[in-house]
């Protein structure tokens, strides 16, 4: 008999699989939903700075006029009409009442103030945990990196001392070192990180010379960043390791915990596949432990991680180095047309 709990954020989960923050879990017949396909937590959709700012008329008409252009808003909150973050934290606390499995606030601000303000008043909706979702779009020539990453920092720390719930960080992956930001925030005490959130880029028509701003679901190559850093940082910190992005099956997440992973969060492919795809999933898990007579992850957690395989170049490899010294081996993949 298999078994598939995890701890993630201190928290024990009866298995890896949470679903990410996304406009399926506004609904809470989709949350029931998620639950009775086997889902382990939920994390509810992010509060935006946006929202928080709703008041202030200007920034509503500009998001009128020139749509959602926030990264990871997804269409903002369509389905909690203009909500601003009084109604938000009503849901929120509805859907936490809605499941008996963990839900997760999701905070994604942009003033200080409104970290500290908002994750205070997300933890009071009984939510048991908080993510928040730090990132960066650069578009000012004149700041160094570093000022950015110690912005984040701060932020962390602030939020930490704000709340008693567990906090992870959603993460970019964006940063020259994301292991010297991610070792940074665990000695801050972050509980979880995300690995890595996914920045919504935009797209040109050009028939009508327009940026667009499409809704982009991953895809499975997409995968391979997060398994790299689950493998890299299994055995370096305290945190827990939850990889998403790109995972689809239940062949994802055993490569995930493989590597290093504690849990994995997933949002496409439910998407795409359909909330039952989560049950699949976590079949397949079970399935494919069993052929390997393993009884629970941790029989198997980090076995492909750096620190215990035994090719110390499998984790920097960056260039396609093998494609580069056999060069013929790729015209036997795809032979020149
Ligand atoms: C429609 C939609 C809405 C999303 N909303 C949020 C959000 O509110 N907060 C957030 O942190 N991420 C949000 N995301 C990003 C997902 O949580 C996740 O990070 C991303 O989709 C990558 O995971 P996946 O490859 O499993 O899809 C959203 C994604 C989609 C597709």
């Not at 926030?70 to 509805?94: C, Q, T, V, W």
């Not at 839900?103 to 003033?111: I, K, M, T």
């Not at 704000?162 to 964006?174: C, H, Q």
Request: aromatic share 10%; with cysteine.
């Amino acid at each position: 008999m298999t078994n598939l709990v995890t701890k993630y954020m201190g928290i024990e989960l009866k298995n890896p699989v949470i679903v990410g923050a996304c406009n399926l879990v506004i609904n809470v017949d989709n949350l029931k939903r998620m639950e009775d396909a086997g889902a382990s937590g939920i994390v509810y959709k992010s509060l935006f700075e946006e929202q928080i700012q709703l008041e202030n008329l200007q920034m509503f008409e500009e998001m009128q006029a020139f749509g959602n252009s926030n990264a990871e808003s997804g269409g903002l909150f369509p389905d909690i009409d203009h909500a601003g973050p009084e109604e938000y934290l009503m849901k929120l606390r509805e859907a936490k009442e809605s499941v008996d499995i963990p839900v997760f606030g999701s905070l994604n601000a942009v003033n200080f103030e409104s970290w500290i303000e908002y994750s205070k008043k997300i933890e009071q909706t009984g939510v048991d945990g908080l993510e928040i979702n730090l990132y960066s779009v650069p578009t000012d020539v004149e700041i160094m990196g570093k000022a950015i990453t110690n912005e984040k920092i701060d932020i962390l720390q602030a939020v930490k001392n704000t709340v008693k719930i567990p906090v992870a960080v959603k993460l970019s992956a964006y940063y020259t070192n994301p292991l010297y930001v991610i070792k940074e925030m665990d000695k801050l005490g972050a509980d979880g990180f995300v690995l890595f959130n996914k920045l919504f880029q935009p797209e040109i028509d050009i028939d009508n010379e327009e940026m667009r701003f499409p809704y982009n679901l991953s895809n499975h190559d997409e995968s391979r960043l997060p398994l790299r850093f689950a493998g890299l940082l299994h055995g370096n910190i305290n945190a827990s390791i939850c990889s998403s992005r790109g995972i689809f099956t239940g062949e994802d997440v055993v490569s995930m915990i493989l590597a290093g992973a504690d849990a994995v969060q997933v949002v496409s492919t439910l998407y795409k596949n359909g909330i039952n795809q989560i049950e699949s999933i976590l079949t397949d898990i079970a399935r494919w432990m069993d052929s390997k007579d393993y009884k629970t992850l941790g029989d198997f957690r980090g076995k492909m991680s750096r620190q215990n395989i035994s090719d110390p170049f499998a984790y920097r490899r960056a260039q396609y180095v093998d494609i580069l010294m056999k060069s013929d081996e790729i015209f036997k993949l795809f032979p020149v047309k």
